[in-house]
């Protein structure tokens, strides 16, 4: 059974920053990849980023150089440092994870339960 456990969500003003973590623990062969999305009252689940690796490493538009999304491979956790947030950033953040249980298996999608995020004064 694999489990994804998001910490780090909570009320902060216009400007202000947070740091979203998401460890996934499990019997986990191997990941393809460990991302954040984010869910809006009213609005659909968008990507907000997505780490397959160093190299090709995506943001949602209107989050690029707010947002920096990284990882401990060795403690199967992913971290989302926000900052210069906006109103607009509020929603539910969920925390993704594309992975494989063994060997020779196929990969398949594993979601966190969401946390909070409120951007207001």
């Known amino acids: 059974q694999v489990q994804l456990v998001e910490s780090g969500g909570g009320l902060v003003q216009p400007g202000g920053s947070l740091r979203l973590s998401c460890a996934a623990s499990?019997?986990?062969?191997?990941?393809?990849?460990m991302g954040w999305y984010r869910q809006a009252p009213g609005k659909e689940r968008e990507l907000v980023a997505v780490m397959p690796g160093r190299e090709n490493t995506r943001y949602l538009e209107s989050v690029k150089g707010r947002f920096l999304i990284s990882r401990d491979i060795a403690k199967n956790t992913v971290f989302l440092d926000m900052n210069s947030l906006k109103p607009e950033d509020t929603a539910t953040y969920y925390c993704?994870?594309?992975?494989?249980?063994?060997?020779?298996?196929?990969?398949?999608?594993?979601w966190g339960q969401g946390t909070l995020v409120t951007v207001s004064s």
């Open positions: 993704n994870a594309h992975l494989q249980l063994a060997p020779g298996t196929g990969f398949s999608d594993y």
């Open positions: 499990g019997t986990i062969f191997s990941f393809n990849h």
